[in-house]
Every structure is written in C-alpha cells, then in structure tokens.
C-alpha cells in the first residue's frame, strides 16, 4: 500500500540582498509545494527578503520552516564548517529566533526547522551534535517539527527524546547504500520525468535506485526538491503532477503535539 499523501517541500528565500540563486523562480514554485524551508541570512536569505518570503507563504496557503546553516554567504553553506556543538546550536536558535519573528509579524505559526546544506549533513552524522539540538528544541519549541532524514543520527535523537520529526525523500540527489544522500555542491540538470518517475516509485513501492545500481527500502514523510537545482521549477512542476496522477496527494506534515 503506497502513500496516500505527501509533503512537498523546497528551499526559498535563498538570495542575498539584489543577488538570486537558481533560476530565481520562488514564487513561482511556492504555490506548488506545502512547506518552504526559508533561509535565515547565514548561509543566504536576508531581513528583506525573509519577511517577503514568509509572506508569499503566508498568500499561498504553505507552511513556514527555519532553514538555517553554516555562517558562509561566499560558499552558500555546502562548505563544512568546523566549531562546536554548543556554537552550532547557538547559531541555529538565533536563525531560528529571526525567521520566528518575520513569522510572528505576519501571525504566521512556524511549522517546521529543517538545517541547511552541510550543516544538515553535519547533524546527520553527528550525535553531539544532534543531542544538543534536540535537547535545546525541546526547551523552546516541543512541537516544532525537525527535518531529516530517517537513516541519521539526527532521526534516531529525535524519536529517543520525542521531538516530532519528518523524515525526507530527496528527489534530486542520489543516495547510497545506507539510505543517505551523496552530498554535492553543485547539481547537473535532471530529466524531469526521470525525476517524478523515482519519486513515484518511492512514495508506492518505497524503494530508491542507489549510486551503484542497487534498490533500497525507504520510508518518509516529505519530498524534497532543492529551489537551487537547474531547472527546479520544472522538476516541481512534473513531480507534483506525476504524483497527483497516481492519486498522492500534496499535504504539509501534521504535527501530533499541535
């Protein structure tokens, strides 16, 4: 039995002052998907433009996430940074905090925090690191909904401590073996439909092709579709077709502890 429904979610809100990143088609692709994951001026994003973006949500009916990563505007946040835990978090509850009062300005609920880039991967792998956020989320936001993925470390932290967590299906990177993506810095231009084609196969069968040819069970709660991969708009658009044609439909993730 496949999946009924799913969340769909990408990265917005990820320029800098007058400079865009990707095909600059936010919000275009806001209306087609049901959670945005909006940056929070570290790693992109800016005061401007996250009171924009978390409006455009807002008049579109999607749900608003924190997206915050390393502090490097110069490497977009793919470039791992070395630092503490403890620093880490800090830097991510003060992400956190900002984009929480764009979202309280426009009496907007934050939905959902969802790290960025390599410092979500950097969570992903390590427990002290994991720990600590999840400790901290519990004391400031106990029912905000943790993104990862279902092999880290990260969702194994979370479900131990009890925060909600939304596990995630990445449909423009590819995975390995150990149901992890294989982190990059920069994505070559995807065939759209072989990309609706995967994410329907996971969603009803629950397998995913790896790097080395081999099928691997999967399990997840959202679908995420990078706004900085070429052609993004694209391969939102025929994802969410294909996904409406086999009868899934697009839903933000509930939280049990709203």
């Not at 433009?49 to 110069?74: C, N, S, Y």
């Not at 993506?181 to 065939?191: A, N, P």
Request: net charge negative; glycine share 8%; hydrophobic share 40%.
């Amino acid at each position: 039995m496949g999946k009924q429904s799913i969340d769909l979610n990408s990265d917005m809100g990820e320029g800098f002052g007058p400079w865009l990143i990707g095909d600059g088609v936010d919000e275009e692709i806001m209306p087609l998907i049901s959670s945005a994951n909006i940056a929070t001026g570290f790693h992109a994003g800016d005061p401007n433009i996250m009171a924009r973006t978390v409006q455009v949500a807002k008049e579109t009916g999607v749900q608003v996430g924190a997206h915050p990563g390393f502090r490097d505007l110069a490497g977009f946040g793919r470039r791992h940074i070395n630092e503490t835990p403890q620093a880490l978090v800090h830097d991510i509850i003060y992400q956190l905090g900002a984009l929480r009062e764009f979202a309280r300005v426009a009496n907007v609920t934050l939905q959902h925090v969802k790290p960025h880039g390599a410092l979500y991967m950097h969570a992903a792998s390590n427990e002290p690191l994991s720990r600590l956020l999840v400790e901290t989320l519990r004391k400031t936001e106990p029912s905000l909904l943790l993104f990862c993925m279902q092999s880290s470390i990260t969702y194994k932290i979370a479900q131990e401590y009890g925060q909600p967590v939304v596990r995630e299906f990445y449909a423009d990177r590819d995975y390995d073996r150990s149901g992890s993506i294989v982190f990059t810095r920069r994505v070559q231009r995807l065939d759209p439909q072989q990309v609706a084609d995967k994410v329907v196969r996971a969603c009803i069968d629950g397998k995913v092709r790896t790097v080395d040819g081999a099928d691997i069970d999967i399990d997840f709660d959202s679908i995420c579709i990078h706004s900085d991969t070429p052609g993004a708009l694209s391969l939102i658009k025929v994802t969410r077709e294909a996904l409406q044609a086999n009868g899934i439909r697009i839903e933000a993730p509930f939280s049990p502890s709203h």
